[in-house]
């Protein structure tokens, strides 16, 4: 039987591994975003995610908006196209150059403090920019720990505590201060806790003089269900939105929301092709391909925290079923690092594995590539699209002259 594998020609045999990612899955979730928000809000979609500039550039000519972490990011947003007033700057740590630049040239964009200090210094800045401070309402938030950024000793905003005249007299003393930022957790399935967060920002917001707060960040943070059994369901979650923060629907304040994974995880598949086959102990076996930890580290580094369905294909792309190969084995999928933890995917009972199959990685595209690591240096896979039906190249293959030139040295190989 074929499988989804109609962009196997635009492979070469350098190409061990390629992403393909069907663009027209992300364009929907966009569409049903916007359909759940009110039309003045904003949906930016988080660029660490996702980085790649042709995606944004993309999702950028139908409108979408971004979140930026980092200078960066801005950078790869500018290079998309992407204008500055769809574009919500988080940066945690912002240089006092840094910030000088975007008091120049991002104007009609958003920037969220961190923290006091943060806010303090962008007090002079030019009114064509809105600026927002990040709170931590420090509620109990069930995501993996590396991901939950709620707790009493997150790096991240300036706690909120209770609603004190203090609070009021601190927040109304700064001239700028446009909007509230509240991003609780990532891979996030609770959302009763994330609602009452988000409305403990709202009653501040309310508390403050009348016409301050122009709008309210609540963050990303949807849960993506990789067993494929049961999505995360977004009308449900804003509809609890509604009935606890009305405000944030009824125009008194512009709401702006910043998800990645919810665009993102489940339209891309990574192939990479099996290079060996080793027993382990127990009967259990071993596949070796060509991405591990290099593109998979949060899943090599807190393999619990994470799962992937797994595929087996044939050289030629064809699938291959239990019945097809008869036997079946329990297998662990290591990458091609040069170190023990370099194993991603674990435990897998899969169909016969044969040297020379490719191994499909089901719902690959949220934070996967988008945290690529150097070690070892592997050159980062072939990227394709697919829109309609039809398959492009979003990002070839990395050369190793691109590679050497990462390390420091602008000879040609
Ligand atoms: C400030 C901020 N906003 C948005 C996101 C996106 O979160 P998610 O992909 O869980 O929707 C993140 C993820 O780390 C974040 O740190």
């Known amino acids: 039987m074929q499988m989804d594998t109609d962009f196997w020609g635009f492979l070469s045999p350098e190409d061990d591994s390629v992403v393909v990612m069907d663009l027209n899955y992300t364009s929907t979730r966009i569409q049903k975003m916007n359909q759940v928000l009110n039309p003045a809000g904003l949906n930016a979609i988080a660029i660490k995610t996702n980085p790649l500039i042709e995606v944004l550039r993309k999702l950028n000519n139908e409108g979408a908006s971004f979140e930026a972490a ?3 990011e801005i950078a790869i947003a500018k290079a998309a196209g992407v204008p500055n007033n769809r574009i919500v700057f988080d940066s945690p740590v912002k240089t006092n ?3 000088a630049w975007l008091n120049s040239h991002f104007l009609g964009g958003y920037i969220n403090a ?23 309402p420090s509620m109990n938030i069930h995501s993996p720990n590396s991901l939950n950024v709620s707790g009493a000793n997150s790096k991240f905003g300036e706690v909120l505590g209770e609603i004190s005249e203090k609070w009021i007299a601190k927040l109304t003393h700064f001239d700028r201060l446009d909007g509230l930022h509240v991003h609780q957790a990532s891979q996030n399935s609770d959302f009763s806790n994330t609602i009452r967060g988000i409305r403990k920002v709202v009653d501040l917001a309310n508390a403050l003089p009348s016409g301050k707060i122009k709008f309210i960040n609540m963050g990303g943070g949807l849960a993506f269900d990789y067993h494929r059994s ?13 009935v606890a923060c009305p405000e944030l629907f009824d125009g008194t304040y512009q709401l702006i929301t910043e998800f990645g994974r919810y665009y993102y995880a489940g339209g891309t598949a990574v192939y990479s092709r099996v290079e060996h086959v080793k027993e382990i102990s127990n009967g259990r076996k071993l596949a070796i391909i060509h991405v591990g930890a290099d593109m998979f580290l949060r899943e090599s580094y807190n393999n619990s925290d994470w799962f992937h369905r797994l595929s087996v294909l044939s050289s030629t792309g064809e699938e291959v ?18 170190f023990a933890g370099d194993i991603p995917f674990r435990n897998h009972e899969l169909p016969e594995i044969r040297i020379g199959d490719w191994l499909k990685i089901h719902d690959a595209g949220a934070n ?5 690591s150097r070690h070892c240096s592997r050159p980062f896979p072939l990227v ?13 293959r990395e050369s190793l002259n691109d590679l050497v030139r990462f390390w420091g040295d602008e000879r040609n190989l």
């Open 114 to 136: 961190d923290s006091f200090e943060d806010l303090q210094k962008m007090q002079n800045f030019s009114p064509e920019i809105q600026i927002g401070l990040r709170l931590n």
């Open 70 to 72: 980092s200078m960066g």
């Open 321 to 338: 079923t239990r019945e097809s190969r008869t036997l079946t084995y329990n297998y662990d999928v290591g990458g091609p690092l040069c």
């Open 384 to 396: 394709l699209g697919l829109i309609n039906g039809n398959y492009f190249v979003l990002k070839q």
């Open 230 to 242: 049961k999505e995360a369901d977004i009308d449900l979650y804003f509809n609890e939105l509604k």
């Open 97 to 99: 150059l840094e910030l």
């Open 368 to 372: 996967t590539f988008a945290l690529w």
